[in-house]
């Protein structure tokens, strides 16, 4: 049985040996079948398909989301739109994340400005614009 060892796929997708045994538990990576001494025998094509992964992480994809793009890969008949459908949910996603992060920052950008950062820190005006009781 020919196959690469776990440190030889880790080392060229650049991930941790332990990455890759998480990927195998999430479904992401299939096991491998394994030597008569034991050692995982990895095909060829995991480097490629950790190396996919890690790119869609990066990308903002969850590992949910990213079996279920490996899933459309492999499934006949899939049209290039499902994955598109895809993509565009998660830039919506994104851009939703960057305007909620740009409120926080305005936000917190009053917060810091209004304290002139004298005086104790049981009259700092951050900490007692946190303890309000606000209805939301």
């Known amino acids: 049985m020919t196959g ?16 890759l045994r998480y990927y195998e538990r999430r479904g992401l990576v299939a096991k491998p079948p394994r030597t008569v001494s034991g050692y995982r025998a990895y095909p060829e094509e995991t480097v490629r398909k950790v190396r996919f992964v890690k790119r869609a992480q990066e990308l903002g994809f969850s590992l949910k989301e ?7 890969r492999t499934k ?4 290039s739109a499902a994955v598109r459908e895809r993509a565009s949910a998660k830039l919506t996603d994104i851009d939703e994340k960057i305007r909620s992060l740009r409120a926080m920052r305005k936000s917190l950008a009053k917060l810091v400005d209004s304290c002139s950062g004298c005086g104790p820190v049981e009259s700092c005006s951050i900490l007692g614009s946190l303890d309000e ?3 939301r």
Not at 76 to 79: E, V
């Open 76 to 79: 006949p008949g899939t049209k």
């Open 66 to 72: 990213i079996k279920e793009l490996l899933a459309l």
């Open 133 to 135: 009781d606000r209805a």
């Open 4 to 19: 690469m060892t776990i440190g030889e796929v880790a080392k060229q997708a650049a991930v941790c040996i332990d990455t």
